[in-house]
């Protein structure tokens, strides 16, 4: 079956590093994206891993273990805007991208 | 440049019904999918076209079809509405054939069935 799983909600203070995990039991993986939503917004990409290790792009990093199914999204110096749902998504072959469960994320003062 | 519109915005339907709702990509891409979000879940992929032709499919039934149209826009049918096929759906576009491209999602139109 095709699975990625995140814990529901998180809380943060501003200022702080918050890091959000996605586990996954999945067939013919092809890599790991991370999406941020507003309540009431769309979703926008954030990050993509390829290939296992870190990618950094300004306070946001992700990283990506695929032996252990594994990935997550960190974030640092957290602002209260970044206070929104995450999802990881998978692409699990016959490009089909699968949503995680999604994290509430909220940043307190 | 303006990004991925999404027409109409909200939309009540009675069960049994059809519903089509459509989309216009970022010019230039020439990928679009299709998802549906129910509200506290995240977005359950339903179609891919490129090119205008289908290039993904997700878990839905039959009654589901879509298409895109020579200038990449598209349209999202749905047959004998159902309770449960109120949602949000959203569409996005991209520039590339594979879905783990960057995504950039339109606002999404809200269905609501009744």
């Known amino acids: 079956g095709q699975s990625l799983e995140q814990p529901s909600e998180v809380t943060a203070v501003e200022g702080a590093i918050v890091q959000i995990n996605c586990t996954y039991q999945t067939s013919g993986f092809y890599g790991l994206s991370w999406y941020q939503q507003h309540d009431g917004g769309a979703p926008t990409f954030l990050s993509y891993?390829?290939?296992?290790g870190l990618e950094e792009t300004g306070r946001f990093s992700s990283f990506l273990s695929r032996s252990d199914s594994y990935g997550y999204l960190l974030l640092q110096e957290l602002q209260m805007k970044d206070s929104a749902s995450y999802f990881c998504?998978?692409?699990?072959?016959?490009?089909?991208?699968?949503f995680g469960t999604g994290t509430r994320l909220t940043v307190i003062p | 440049d303006a990004g991925v519109t999404q027409s109409p915005t909200h939309l009540i339907k009675t069960r049994g019904q059809q519903v089509t709702l459509r989309c216009s990509p970022i010019s230039g891409h020439k990928s679009v999918s299709w998802y549906q979000q129910v509200l506290g879940q995240g977005p359950q992929f339903i179609f891919q076209y490129y090119e205008k032709e289908e290039r993904g499919r997700g878990n839905f039934p039959d009654r589901f079809s879509a298409r895109q149209f020579p200038n990449y826009s598209s349209e999202l049918n749905v047959n004998a509405l159902l309770l449960g096929d109120s949602a949000l759906y959203l569409c996005?576009?991209?520039?590339?054939?594979?879905?783990?491209?960057?995504?950039?999602f339109g606002p999404g139109t809200r269905l609501t069935v009744l």
């Open positions: 998504a998978g692409e699990t072959g016959a490009n089909n991208l699968f």
């Open positions: 996005a576009s991209s520039l590339q054939r594979e879905v783990v491209d960057e995504q950039f």
């Open positions: 891993n390829a290939l296992d």
